[in-house]
């Protein structure tokens, strides 16, 4: 695409909640938007690729309460805060070119603005809203919509709910919806769409109750204090907001809208798809051209949190694997439209198989011969073998075409997989062209010349076409061809390398990782945390002050220790406690003191206990002792008083 005729490509990620810290699958959706963001500059287009945070709503109130701060202090840490949002999307390599916050100033005036033209034509009217609403998806439902009495998304208790409320007519557009939906192409995958119809529209489609009066954290409806906007309308207009929409903070909008795909989690398709386009016709305004429903990833066959632990911190992966691999393995191991079951045991062999075999050791070993067999640069002088080349060529030079055809369907794992198959080919042909035996008699130099620069040809096309998901990598793979071109012109045409090209060779891109060995770091780490330091709980039990003082707690010196034999557990004490007869007793805490360095030490000792007998021998009462546990470790201490007191001395 020339730079004049240059076409626009909007896309965009759905705007996170930062009620918590995010997990791997809110990474996967902006993965791939940002590998799409990238394949679309790839090729030329003039890209602007949104993502941004979602900040309010009665969730993010009881949080920040919670929390003891204000809902702003609350969603401030989680977006700018250290290892929040915006540090994740940094460390991700995500080349977003606007990030929205729905706390910005213009967005929220944007948004009253909105409301009211809605209010203004009829379509916003206020009503009382009698019903259901799921507090944690922030959603309200009709009795009829609740799956055994529960909320449809996430399964959980649905609240009564009566207030004086404005509501979108929704109603009013079903059928319009509804023949969008079946009637062209605006959802994606095809699945999604009898769902919504089936499921939402058929049943009939309510009016939306779209303010709310039991919480303060939204958009104000200026017009009526003590109302605010319904959370989903505040943020569906984020896409709309971000260029330019009812403010002066961007300009953007005719350039970019309507939005050429935005790519949202399943359990939102509803209200990008019937919700979003509704309140669109409502104002008069192009629709989007797509929403792609796209599916979770699951853990251990449910749904994934942050309280699952490290295992699915972005974080901790991306640290232990590296970030271009673990972008890679989210849209090489999953198909985008469907749910996929994350664990680091295909985590770590997706690296091991696609990245370290077959991707890291066809670039080593290409270089690495290449620097041997030819030193500084490759002779101009080749011999190709029309009858052992073509298969490799062909599909090499035919590569950019099927991945483009998977790229422009969001199938990232099939556009992966062809690039695949041609790294495949690629090691196949250096085993049947044995570089090493060509490079034995100087005779067959030009055709060992020209089975390496078909490699590494090959090489540049396949590394040119990963850039969208790895692209780093795919930089390193560029530099070690020399400077090689990855655009997306010399992408579709074999032999734009230089024949003379001259390498750079460099340590393995991928090291294999030891599977067991890392499973077993991986599991270690998800372990809860142990606390520090634990005491034992406080007893409820009361005691009263009479039982207490019948207690005769005394001073005793240490005169003699010594283990009890056959018994890991026991020391016998020799005490004395101040009477002029020795007292003997029994304490179990071999195991934290030699009894040598307890001699001559005051202890303290209750003494009226009834006597009991321990392996045979007679014990007069009890040694006090602290305990607490530590790193998961029982301690126990003495309680060693000063030698200052008398032996028999009373303790009260
Ligand atoms: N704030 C709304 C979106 C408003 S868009 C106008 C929201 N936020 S969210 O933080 O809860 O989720 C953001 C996205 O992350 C959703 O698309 C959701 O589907 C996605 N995912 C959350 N967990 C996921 C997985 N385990 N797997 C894949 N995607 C998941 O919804």
Redesign the pocket.
């Known amino acids: 695409m020339c730079e004049k005729c240059k076409e626009k490509f909007y896309i965009t990620t759905?705007?996170?909640?930062p009620s918590a810290k995010l997990?791997i699958?809110?990474t996967?959706?902006t993965v791939a938007t940002d590998a799409m963001a990238r394949y679309k500059r790839l090729q030329g287009y003039d890209v602007m690729f949104l993502t941004g945070t979602?900040e309010h709503g009665q969730k993010i109130e009881d949080k920040a309460k919670d929390a003891g701060v204000t809902p702003q202090q609350f969603v401030d840490n989680i977006v700018e805060g250290p290892g929040g949002v915006l540090d994740l999307w940094k460390l991700m390599n995500i080349s977003y070119d606007r990030f929205i916050r729905t706390t910005d100033d213009y967005h929220v005036a944007a948004i009253q603005k909105i409301f009211k033209k809605m209010y203004d034509n009829g379509d916003i009217y206020k009503g009382t809203y009698k019903g259901k609403y799921c507090k944690p998806c922030e959603s309200f439902w009709t009795e009829s919509q609740l799956v055994d009495g529960k909320c449809p998304d996430c399964g959980r208790e649905v609240q009564d709910a009566e207030e004086e409320a404005y509501f979108f007519r929704l109603s009013k557009y079903a059928g319009r919806v509804q023949d969008l939906l079946e009637n062209t192409d605006f959802l994606e995958p095809r699945s999604r769409v009898n769902e919504m119809v089936n499921n939402f529209i058929k049943p009939g489609l309510e009016d939306l109750c779209v303010s709310r009066t039991s919480f303060t954290w939204g958009v104000p409806v200026d017009f009526d204090p003590g109302h605010v906007v319904y959370v989903?309308i505040d943020?569906?207009f984020?896409?709309m907001t971000a260029l330019g929409f009812q403010n002066d903070k961007y300009q953007d909008l005719d350039k970019f809208w309507p939005a050429d795909v935005h790519f949202?989690?399943?359990?939102?398709v509803r209200?990008h798809s019937i919700i979003w386009p509704a309140m669109l016709m409502s104002l008069n305004l192009p629709l989007p051209k797509k929403v792609y429903g796209?599916?979770?990833?699951?853990l251990d066959g449910g749904?994934?949190s942050k309280s699952k632990g490290n295992v699915v911190d972005p974080y901790i992966l991306a640290e232990r694997f590296g970030v271009d691999a673990l972008r890679f393995f989210l849209l090489r191991s999953f198909p985008f439209g469907s749910d996929g079951n994350f664990s680091n045991e295909l985590l770590i062999n997706t690296i091991n198989v696609d990245l370290a075999n077959d991707l890291g050791n066809l670039v080593s070993r290409t270089v690495a011969m290449a620097q041997k067999y030819f030193g500084e640069h490759l002779p101009a002088q080749q011999a190709a073998d029309e009858e052992k080349d073509a298969e490799l060529v062909t599909m090499a030079s035919s590569l950019r075409g099927k991945y483009e055809a998977e790229m422009e369907k969001y199938a990232f794992q099939n556009a992966l997989a062809e690039v695949f198959k041609v790294i495949s080919r690629a090691n196949k042909y250096i085993d049947e062209n044995a570089p090493w035996v060509l490079a034995k008699s100087e005779e067959n130099k030009p055709r060992l010349a020209r089975v390496l620069y078909n490699l590494l040809e090959t090489v540049r096309i396949c590394g040119g076409l990963l850039t969208p998901f790895m692209p780093d990598t795919a930089g390193e793979i560029a530099r070690r061809l020399g400077g090689a071109r990855m655009d997306w012109d010399s992408l579709g045409t074999f032999g734009v390398l230089d024949p003379q090209v001259a390498v750079v060779a460099g340590p393995a891109l991928f090291p294999r990782i030891d599977v067991e060995k890392e499973l077993a770091a991986l599991e270690e780490m998800s372990k809860p945390p142990v606390p520090e330091l634990e005491i034992e709980p406080y007893s409820d039990e009361k005691v009263d002050f009479d039982t207490f003082c019948k207690s005769d707690f005394r001073a005793v010196k240490v005169k003699d220790c010594k283990p009890v034999k056959k018994s890991d557990k026991l020391l016998c004490f020799t005490l004395d406690d101040g009477t002029g007869t020795d007292r003997q007793i029994l304490s179990g805490i071999a195991k934290y003191y030699k009894p040598e360095e307890l001699i001559g030490k005051t202890l303290v000792a209750i003494t009226n206990l009834p006597p009991r007998k321990m392996m045979g021998r007679d014990s007069n009462g009890m040694l006090l002792s602290a305990v607490h546990t530590e790193k998961g470790e029982e301690k126990l201490n003495l309680i060693m008083i000063s030698d200052t007191i008398p032996a028999g001395a009373k303790l009260c």
């Open positions: 759905p705007i996170y909640y997990h699958g809110h996967y959706c979602d989903w943020a569906l984020n896409y949202v989690g399943k359990e939102i209200f796209h599916g979770w990833l699951l749904k994934m």
